[in-house]
């Protein structure tokens, strides 16, 4: 698995790999010269490393893949953790697809370059954006139709 150093959209992966109870190799590619938790160039000579010149990428068997859910999407199919039915499955992700805008306001900021329209999007997200998520995945879990610790019952999905 390879990504930069820091969690970003690679560290659900990395999650699921281990739930999944595999061994991995985690590859964190550092920004020449930068602080890794600068956004975001693509490092070079990794280039044939990357089917979309994007990271995360994970090598499965030789092979090269990205995008990274589809990489979360196949790894919850190896290791079982789609739940039980198709609702279960629609269950999970609609929670992976409101963290995913979550992540994406959190992106489109970082990669802001005005320093004050930044400030702006930081702001909406820390006093709107974020807690408005955080209070519907509340609301979402405390009426989850499964028992059981996790969203989809006794397992982690
Ligand atoms: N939809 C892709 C987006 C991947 C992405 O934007 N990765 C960034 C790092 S977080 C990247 O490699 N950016 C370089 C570029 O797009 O040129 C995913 O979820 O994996």
Redesign the pocket.
Known sequence: MT??NYR??AEVIRYMLVVGGVQYEDIRVDLEGKPTRD????PQGCEKQ?PF????TLEIDGEIF????S?CRYLATLFDLHGETAKDRLYSEMVVECVDDLVNDV?IMRRTKNEEQRNELLEELINTTAPRAISSFDCFIKNKPHGGPYLLGNRVS
């Open positions: 990504y930069f970003g959209r956004p975001v160039t693509v990357l010149n994007q990271l995360p990205c995008q990274t859910k990489i992106i």
